[in-house]
């Protein structure tokens, strides 16, 4: 079990380009969650997976990000025409939820990757 | 108003001090609470979970939940500088297998050698 992987690890664009995560979760885990975090924050809920199905995405994201997880393994992150606002860790995690309807609460985080958007 | 306000710190106190980290939140629709703690350049890792109102213990932490006063406390005893890192209270959003996990915006600690 090698954990959540997050590529790449830092990202530096300009503004106006368009850039992709990846993140590759536990194997044998069914949800996947991707988080946006600045410095002093917690991390800000993006959107999230249950196998290949997207269930949900926050409000406040902007239309030109969208996540995509087509197998329902790994996922991509994608943000076009990025501003400088966009600057920030994209985190990753997974999770797989015990028998019946309740969530443990456990998610596994990757390493994260840093946008910097000149 | 945010689901989850968390005092950001930083919190500076020697070792072998008892931390109180503390949080409040808003929509209880369902009552399951996390605490994290993120090391720096790392992503967060789960330390303590609870369901409802009370007290759990692990080892030298306790998390406590008070649903009157809607508050989520986290206590660290005998801390140790290994200890410095962010904690993120967080807390799941919703009432089904679909509920996110929310998280406060942290608090940053540092235990002084």
């Known amino acids: 079990d090698t954990g959540v992987s997050q590529d790449p690890r830092h990202k530096i664009t300009k503004r106006g380009q368009n850039v992709t995560f990846r993140c590759d979760p536990i194997?044998?885990?069914?949800?996947l969650y991707w988080y946006r975090q600045t410095l002093g924050q917690g991390p800000e809920f993006l959107t999230y997976f249950q196998n290949e199905a997207q269930l949900e995405k926050s409000r406040l994201l902007s239309d030109r990000f969208s996540a995509e997880r087509p197998k329902g393994s790994f996922s991509t992150l994608e943000i076009q025409r990025t501003e400088q606002g966009d600057s920030a860790m994209y985190l990753c995690a997974s999770s797989y939820p015990t028998s019946g309807t309740t969530n443990t609460g456990e998610l596994f985080f990757g390493e994260g990757s840093r946008l910097t958007v000149l | 108003q945010k689901e989850v306000e968390q005092d950001p710190g930083p919190l500076s106190v020697p070792e072998g001090a008892i931390v109180s980290l503390n949080c409040t939140y808003s929509n209880s629709a369902f009552q399951y609470f996390m605490w994290y703690r993120q090391y720096s350049r790392k992503g967060p890792e789960l330390l303590m979970y609870?369901?409802?109102?009370g007290n759990k213990e692990d080892g030298r932490f306790t998390a406590q939940v008070d649903k009157s006063s809607k508050y989520i406390s986290l206590f660290i005893r005998d801390s140790q500088p290994s200890d410095s890192a962010t904690y993120l209270c967080?807390?799941?959003?919703?009432?089904?297998?679909?509920?996110?996990?929310?998280f406060g915006s942290g608090t940053r600690l540092s235990i002084r050698p």
């Open positions: 609870t369901y409802s109102s």
């Open positions: 967080a807390k799941a959003s919703g009432y089904s297998s679909a509920s996110k996990i929310i």
């Open positions: 194997s044998e885990h069914n949800r």
